[in-house]
């Protein structure tokens, strides 16, 4: 059974810049999240894609954009980056079903300058 | 909105004794589910106990456990015979039970606890 893949591991960009991180879901997995961690701060929810579809967003500007694919793979977006968007970004899938738990990657940690 | 709370920033324990990391929350829901999650410098989250708000007895998994306190919104871990490799950023954890199948999942993080194991 594969886990959760990210990647780049590691991303340097600039400031106004686009990027685009990459998810493979676990096998058997068919959602996938996207989280925000700051350092020294808990992950923050950014949106959710079930069935190639966002089904819910947390507080991230319209910049912050996803996709989810047939194999349930997933991209993030962030347009025009902030000294602010530097962070770890976590993917986290898991099989819809009452109360599972997700399954995280390990992130892709992000830097602009 | 729910929110979670983690009061303690840093907390230390002698390897092979016992330490419990306190988690509050605060929701208007009845049902819900609560994680705590482990996160090594390696970065990854991982699950290591969950309890359903339902269930009234208190999640076991080995040598972690949990004291649940529906009323007064607390749910904190305990880990017993602390081991080396417990060291490392512990996350309580909130999510809502959707009231269908088509809910949003999303999980609320508190800012977390250190966990240092002292040899």
């Known amino acids: 059974e594969t886990g959760v893949t990210q990647s780049p591991t590691h991303l340097i960009k600039t400031r106004g810049q686009q990027v685009t991180l990459r998810c493979s879901s676990q096998s058997g997995h068919n959602t996938v999240s996207w989280y925000q961690q700051a350092l020294g701060q808990g992950p923050q929810f950014i949106f959710q894609y079930y069935r190639e579809e966002e089904n819910g967003r947390g507080n991230f500007p319209p910049r912050f954009s996803g996709l989810q694919f047939p194999n349930y793979s997933s991209e993030l977006n962030v347009n025009a980056l902030e000294l602010d968007d530097s962070a770890l970004y976590l993917c986290?899938?898991?099989?819809?079903?009452?109360?599972?738990?997700?399954?995280f990657g390990s992130g892709t940690r992000l830097t602009v300058v | 909105a729910q929110t979670v709370t983690q009061s303690q920033p840093e907390m230390s324990v002698q390897e092979a004794e016992t330490v419990t990391l306190s988690c509050t929350y605060d929701?208007?829901?009845?049902?819900?589910?609560l994680f705590w999650y482990k996160q090594p410098p390696s970065r990854q989250m991982i699950l290591v106990i969950r309890?359903?708000?339902?269930?009234?007895q208190n999640a076991t998994e080995n040598r972690f456990s949990v004291n649940f306190q529906k009323a007064a919104k607390s749910f904190s871990l305990k880990i017993s015979d602390s081991q080396l490799g417990d060291a490392a950023m512990y996350f309580c954890?909130?999510?809502?039970?959707?009231?269908?199948?088509?809910?949003?999942?999303?999980?609320?993080f508190g800012t977390g606890t250190r966990l240092t194991i002292i040899p």
């Open positions: 986290a899938s898991s099989f819809r079903a009452r109360g599972n738990g997700y399954t």
């Open positions: 309890q359903e708000a339902y269930k009234q």
């Open positions: 954890a909130y999510r809502s039970a959707p009231v269908n199948s088509f809910g949003n999942e999303k999980l609320t």
């Open positions: 929701t208007s829901e009845s049902d819900y589910y």
